[in-house]
């Protein structure tokens, strides 16, 4: 068995996770390294979904009897724990979505509403890169459409970072908001956070942070990012789906429009005007995703008795050794960085000619579950010429023994094509 320096006890964590000892075609254990898409939820986050519908569901904020004050206690308490994870200075910073999709918009359609001196129009710029999940790529198109403003972004060089060499180009006075990626979702890229905040901060743009890729993963301190917004979501920290989070500065959750209308957004209401709660009520209008803050709220609780930087330590140990052990495989050319250095637990590759939707079907076959696809990052793959990648991507359960499950299916996938 290969050891590697860093490692989580995954032998006791994989117990927490009953999905991990699912098998597939006739008894072959899976192999789970689509974690990039979805993580796997462990048992702790199954029981309180569980134990929330049996003992605890009820509207929240409205009911005075007893099981709606559970409910509402539970669900806010959950606020608390996801402020006090990305180091929050309040927890009313902290605005519950659907996903970070909506998150993102949410941001854009604030803007797209918003008076002097946030809001976005023909005479103003918006800033992102190549790189983007389309999630932080359509929202500021449609934006731009709306608006006029013209939608600007950094490219990416040959080896899948940012190209931040015309930075003071892109980013100038013009700009209203520079909304990019802290990790990308198809190539693992760690983006250089500071230099794009401080050059955003000298022409007083805004600056949103996409933390999908980032908040499973690693220290996630909004307080030390210095970003103005961060969204993610539950789903790939080993939460519930149905759940993401928005947090963005006080002073701009106070100034700023609400987006969505509805119950409980709201302080006052009469046919003719409506008054609205503060944030982050502000911004969560009708029936809120209830269980699912409630497991996100487990999530974190499990996530945080591992220890965040226990779990990056462990990820980088295992993608240095995936990175090694796939430049090993004959015709493979990984898509973005190919060293562990500042990047993720991600990695995509091509093989060969092979396409990568063969790919995948023939390593499922062996029990390996992996990603193929543009991953919602069109643009990336249209920079590279390529018409899509096999993703690999880990987590705090991942092993070495998984890494060479994959190369070796890889190696039966070149011998399949001949």
């Known amino acids: 068995m290969t050891q590697l320096p860093g490692l989580l006890d995954t032998e006791a ?3 927490d996770f009953p999905l991990l000892d699912r098998t597939v ?3 072959k254990k899976i192999v789970y390294l689509d974690s ?3 993580s796997q939820k462990p048992r702790q986050v199954l029981d309180a979904l569980n134990e929330y519908y049996e003992r605890h569901n009820a509207n929240v904020h409205r009911g005075v009897y007893t099981i709606a004050e559970e409910a509402t206690a539970l669900y806010e308490g959950a ?3 996801v402020a006090a994870f990305i180091n929050a200075p309040s927890r009313d910073e902290v605005i519950f979505t659907k996903n970070a999709s909506e998150s993102l918009n949410l941001v854009a359609n604030m803007l797209g509403w918003a008076d002097e001196p946030y809001r976005v129009d023909h005479e103003t710029e918006i800033v992102t890169t190549e790189m983007e999940h389309h999630s932080n790529i359509v929202p500021w198109q449609l934006l731009s459409q709306r608006t006029g403003a013209k939608l600007k972004w950094f490219g990416i060089t040959d080896d899948g970072r ?3 060499s015309n930075i003071e180009e892109i980013i100038t006075e013009k700009t209203k908001i520079v909304s990019f990626t802290l990790v990308s979702n198809i190539m693992g890229t760690i983006n250089p956070v500071e230099k794009i905040i401080r050059r955003a901060q000298q022409v007083g743009a805004l600056v949103c942070i996409d933390a999908s890729q980032a908040a499973p993963h690693m220290v996630l301190d909004v307080q030390a990012l210095q970003a103005d917004f961060v969204a993610f979501t539950g789903h790939k920290m080993v939460g519930p789906t149905g759940i993401g989070v928005l947090w963005g500065r006080q002073e701009l959750l106070e100034d ?7 119950g409980e957004m709201i302080e006052t209401v009469s ?4 008054t609205y709660a503060p944030a982050p009520h502000k911004f969560e209008a009708g029936t809120p995703p209830i269980a699912q803050a409630v497991g996100l709220g487990a999530a974190v609780d499990y996530l945080s008795a591992i220890g965040m930087e226990k779990i990056y330590r462990h990820e980088h140990a295992i993608t ?3 990175v090694k052990r796939l430049l090993e495989v004959p015709d493979l050319r990984i898509i973005g960085p190919a060293t562990a250095e500042d990047r993720g637990a991600t990695i995509s590759f091509t093989l060969g000619d092979i396409h990568p939707h063969d790919v995948g079907q023939v390593l499922d076959e062996q029990g390996i579950a992996v990603r193929v696809g543009h991953h919602c990052a069109r643009p990336v793959c249209l920079r590279y010429g390529i018409p899509a990648t096999t993703r690999a991507s880990f987590y705090l359960y991942s092993t070495p023994a998984e890494v060479d499950a994959l190369v070796d299916g890889l190696e039966h996938v070149r011998n399949f094509f001949g």
């Open 162 to 164: 940012l190209d931040l």
């Open 79 to 81: 606020r608390d724990k």
């Open 320 to 322: 240095e050794y995936a």
């Open 271 to 274: 046919m003719h005007s409506s």
């Open 256 to 262: 700023l429009p609400p987006f969505l209308g509805g």
């Open 13 to 15: 964590i994989r117990k």
């Open 36 to 38: 990039a898409a979805t």
């Open 25 to 27: 075609h006739d008894g």
